[in-house]
């Protein structure tokens, strides 16, 4: 694939401590980038800084610092988490750098050149955290349209760049290039923004006001418009006036990712600005949503912005990156909560991608430690490869227009296909049986499912995938580029296998404890209890209702440490997990139990053996050594009551 690809982050206030908003679009650009590399692509990807403007001045004023060095000092906070994000942009750029400076003032004095550039005396009202002036019309209750914060009247001599004579044409360009902006209802918000009168754009400020800013090089009285600034880092920061053969390679961009408040900007000033200057649009503008806690949109002021830090400490770099891309849908806005990641992080990182990993892994070191080759499928295997390889495709289809969440559901889709295949396929009872020749088609077709999941889930959770390949028998930690994935055969027959912790640790919330009977004190009530003679003691209708029965769907198992006949079994009872410790490790074995839909006792004052906290009780019956688990006749979901 030969056409290059050139995606831009908006430049982020050097003032703001970063938050979930701002990881989640260089997330976004960062997933995007990698995706395109992996097809073959050139790929260049520009982030960095705005730190220009009033709000940086009066933010340095307050620290008793010159601007560039509060700049200095702030800058790192961006670019230590890009880091720890894993973000791979190929160029970090600051508006300060001089060369940026010297763009601006090259195209700033080729505009008044030309007449694109005027004096005029304005009046109107400001909004200094926006560094916007708008018209009485404009407001909203006598304050900011977009913020909400009081707005200040101001009537001074400025420049304005004519904007408002390239109305028409930026309505007829939306209307007929229906990629420009996307969302397409983001391209409506414009086109009715665009139906009233456009007016000029003040592009200056007298240094009387704000002295932090790029000089106008034709009145050294005033500096430029913040907005202004920042919007030419897309071009500047690729080597417009500086490199034409490397700004022919880039531009025009494939994509500028901006949150949806600062859709005016991108989709009226800098088209506009693009049009003067005579150069060819971005194939894309996309106006992602915003992060909200509770429906309100995150903000320091509100005081319920998430810091990334804090989640990344919790579960790890990949997790976070994954919830990110996988929860919200890129047009829509999302709801954060520490709930919903947690769960979204036990449901399909843990139990799903993590279990069928150790589940496929074990039981190919019990056969040999050899992913199998020459196999003979059948239908059944058929399938399972296919739904791996129309992923491929599928993540293709929904990448490309810039919709992640639903790539990533396919890549997901490979693995609870895989997961549904074990459980028909049933390769523990296949080793039992001494079947040798479909438990290695069993285990080779689960294993290439994996193969192709650890490809597509790369560019979203690049260690973690590199851990799931070494697992695999790549010791190098890279399988192939998606591009090979879709185009090669499998070169996974005859790769060693080798063991590995949990993947995904699941994340045990911790609750307030209730006083919990000893271990020792529990085992020897139920010693006396087997010993008791038989006698029937009848109980009323409402005795037994006390107790709560549930259906509950095993979702991962593993034996305790040092403990011959108990099992840790993590369960789904609807909407809830919880931990169960149950002795029935000599009738099944982990693997088998995964999936299995059994009733459990939900209302069981929780206790502790061998130092394992258990919530509840499964019900099971057993006769001798003889142990089977108590299960429902037909597909009945987890956390329906019983009885």
């Given at each position: 694939?030969?056409?290059?690809f050139?995606?831009?982050?908006?430049?982020?206030?050097?003032?703001?401590k970063?938050?979930?908003?701002?990881?989640?679009?260089?997330?976004?650009?960062?997933?995007?980038?990698?995706?395109?590399?992996?097809?073959?692509?050139?790929?260049?990807?520009?982030?960095?800084?705005?730190e220009?403007g009033?709000?940086?001045?009066?933010?340095?004023?307050?620290?008793?610092?010159?601007?560039?060095?509060?700049?200095?000092?702030?800058?790192?906070?961006?670019?230590?988490?890009?880091?720890?994000?894993?973000?791979?942009?190929?160029?970090?750029?600051?508006?300060?750098?001089?060369?940026?400076?010297?763009?601006?003032?090259?195209?700033?004095?080729?505009l008044?050149?030309?007449?694109?550039?005027?004096?005029?005396?304005?009046?109107?009202?400001?909004?200094?955290?926006?560094?916007?002036?708008?018209?009485e019309?404009?407001l909203?209750?006598?304050?900011?349209?977009?913020?909400?914060?009081?707005?200040?009247?101001?009537?001074?001599?400025?420049?304005?760049?004519?904007?408002?004579?390239?109305?028409?044409?930026?309505?007829?360009?939306?209307?007929?290039?229906?990629?420009?902006?996307?969302?397409a209802?983001?391209?409506?918000?414009?086109?009715?923004?665009?139906?009233?009168?456009?007016?000029?754009?003040?592009?200056?400020?007298?240094k009387?006001?704000?002295?932090?800013?790029?000089?106008?090089?034709?009145?050294?009285?005033?500096?430029?418009?913040?907005?202004?600034?920042?919007?030419?880092n897309?071009?500047?920061?690729v080597?417009?006036l500086?490199?034409d053969?490397?700004?022919?390679?880039?531009?025009?961009?494939?994509?500028?990712?901006?949150?949806?408040?600062?859709?005016?900007?991108?989709?009226?000033?800098?088209?506009?600005?693009?049009?003067a200057?005579?150069?060819?649009?971005?194939?894309?503008?996309?106006?992602?949503?915003?992060?909200?806690?509770?429906?309100?949109?995150?903000?320091k002021?509100a005081?319920?912005?998430?810091?990334?830090?804090a989640?990344?400490?919790r579960?790890?770099?990949?997790?976070?990156?994954?919830?990110?891309?996988?929860e919200?849908?890129?047009?829509?806005?999302?709801?954060?909560?520490?709930?919903?990641?947690?769960?979204?992080?036990?449901?399909?990182?843990?139990?799903?991608?993590g279990?069928?990993?150790?589940?496929?892994?074990?039981?190919?070191?019990?056969?040999?430690?050899?992913?199998?080759?020459?196999?003979?499928?059948?239908?059944?295997?058929?399938?399972?490869?296919?739904?791996?390889?129309?992923?491929?495709?599928?993540?293709?289809?929904?990448?490309?227009?810039?919709?992640?969440?639903?790539?990533?559901?396919?890549?997901?889709?490979?693995?609870?296909?895989?997961?549904?295949?074990?459980?028909?396929?049933?390769?523990w009872?296949?080793?039992?049986?001494?079947?040798?020749?479909?438990?290695?088609?069993?285990?080779?077709?689960?294993?290439?499912?994996?193969?192709?999941?650890?490809?597509?889930?790369?560019?979203?959770?690049?260690?973690?995938?590199?851990?799931?390949?070494?697992?695999?028998?790549?010791?190098?930690?890279?399988?192939?580029t998606?591009?090979?994935?879709?185009?090669?055969?499998?070169?996974?027959?005859?790769?060693?296998?080798?063991?590995?912790?949990?993947?995904?640790?699941?994340?045990?919330?911790?609750?307030?404890?209730?006083?919990?009977?000893?271990?020792?004190?529990?085992?020897?009530?139920?010693?006396?209890?087997?010993?008791?003679?038989e006698?029937?003691?009848?109980?009323?209708?409402?005795?037994?209702?006390?107790?709560?029965?549930?259906?509950?769907?095993i979702?991962a198992?593993?034996?305790?440490?040092?403990?011959?006949?108990?099992?840790?079994?993590?369960?789904?009872?609807?909407?809830e997990?919880?931990?169960?410790?149950?002795?029935?490790?000599?009738?099944?074995?982990?693997?088998?139990?995964?999936?299995?839909?059994?009733?459990?006792?939900?209302?069981?004052?929780k206790?502790?053996?061998r130092?394992?906290?258990?919530?509840?009780?499964?019900?099971?019956?057993?006769?001798?050594?003889?142990?089977?688990?108590?299960?429902?006749?037909?597909?009945?979901?987890?956390?329906?009551?019983?009885?």
């Amino acid at each position: 694939m030969s056409e290059n690809f050139y995606i831009t982050t908006p430049i982020y206030y050097v003032n703001d401590k970063p938050h979930i908003g701002h990881a989640y679009t260089t997330i976004l650009a960062d997933v995007l980038s990698r995706y395109q590399r992996s097809l073959g692509r050139d790929t260049f990807f520009l982030t960095g800084t705005d730190e220009h403007g009033q709000k940086v001045e009066k933010a340095a004023q307050k620290r008793n610092v010159e601007p560039l060095a509060h700049c200095d000092e702030t800058v790192v906070r961006f670019q230590e988490l890009w880091k720890r994000l894993g973000i791979t942009n190929d160029f970090f750029i600051r508006t300060t750098f001089d060369f940026h400076k010297e763009v601006v003032r090259k195209i700033l004095q080729e505009l008044y050149d030309r007449g694109e550039i005027y004096r005029a005396e304005y009046t109107g009202w400001y909004c200094v955290g926006c560094e916007r002036f708008f018209t009485e019309k404009d407001l909203v209750e006598g304050k900011c349209p977009d913020c909400g914060r009081e707005v200040s009247a101001i009537q001074e001599s400025n420049y304005f760049f004519r904007m408002s004579k390239y109305r028409d044409w930026l309505v007829d360009y939306i209307q007929t290039h229906p990629d420009f902006i996307l969302p397409a209802f983001r391209a409506n918000e414009t086109l009715g923004f665009l139906r009233q009168e456009l007016g000029d754009l003040c592009i200056s400020r007298p240094k009387s006001r704000l002295a932090w800013g790029i000089e106008l090089p034709f009145d050294t009285d005033y500096v430029c418009y913040v907005w202004f600034d920042a919007l030419i880092n897309y071009i500047s920061g690729v080597g417009y006036l500086q490199n034409d053969t490397e700004f022919a390679r880039r531009w025009p961009a494939s994509c500028h990712l901006i949150g949806k408040d600062i859709l005016t900007t991108h989709s009226v000033y800098w088209p506009t600005m693009l049009k003067a200057i005579g150069l060819p649009m971005p194939k894309t503008i996309f106006a992602h949503g915003w992060w909200l806690t509770g429906n309100a949109k995150m903000s320091k002021s509100a005081g319920n912005v998430v810091d990334p830090m804090a989640m990344i400490d919790r579960a790890g770099v990949d997790a976070f990156r994954y919830f990110l891309l996988s929860e919200m849908s890129p047009g829509s806005d999302a709801n954060f909560s520490e709930e919903s990641f947690i769960s979204r992080y036990n449901s399909d990182l843990a139990n799903d991608l993590g279990n069928l990993l150790s589940r496929v892994s074990k039981m190919i070191l019990r056969s040999g430690g050899v992913v199998p080759q020459n196999v003979e499928l059948t239908d059944i295997d058929s399938e399972l490869l296919k739904t791996a390889k129309d992923a491929v495709s599928v993540m293709a289809d929904n990448l490309a227009q810039y919709k992640p969440d639903q790539g990533i559901n396919a890549a997901m889709g490979v693995v609870r296909a895989g997961n549904r295949y074990l459980e028909k396929c049933a390769p523990w009872q296949l080793a039992k049986s001494g079947d040798t020749a479909r438990l290695n088609a069993v285990l080779y077709c689960a294993a290439e499912a994996l193969r192709h999941v650890a490809v597509l889930l790369e560019p979203v959770m690049p260690e973690k995938m590199a851990e799931l390949a070494k697992v695999l028998g790549y010791e190098n930690g890279f399988i192939c580029t998606i591009a090979e994935l879709a185009e090669k055969e499998s070169d996974l027959a005859g790769r060693k296998v080798s063991d590995t912790a949990a993947l995904f640790p699941r994340i045990i919330v911790e609750e307030e404890k209730a006083a919990e009977p000893k271990a020792e004190k529990k085992q020897k009530k139920q010693e006396k209890a087997e010993k008791a003679p038989e006698a029937v003691e009848l109980i009323t209708i409402d005795d037994f209702f006390k107790t709560k029965l549930k259906t509950a769907k095993i979702v991962a198992a593993e034996r305790v440490p040092d403990a011959k006949k108990l099992l840790k079994l993590q369960l789904e009872v609807g909407s809830e997990q919880r931990q169960i410790v149950s002795g029935i490790a000599e009738s099944y074995t982990p693997e088998e139990l995964i999936g299995k839909t059994i009733v459990i006792v939900s209302n069981l004052q929780k206790a502790t053996i061998r130092g394992v906290e258990s919530s509840g009780m499964l019900l099971a019956a057993g006769k001798g050594d003889k142990i089977r688990l108590v299960t429902l006749d037909g597909d009945i979901p987890s956390g329906v009551d019983v009885g």
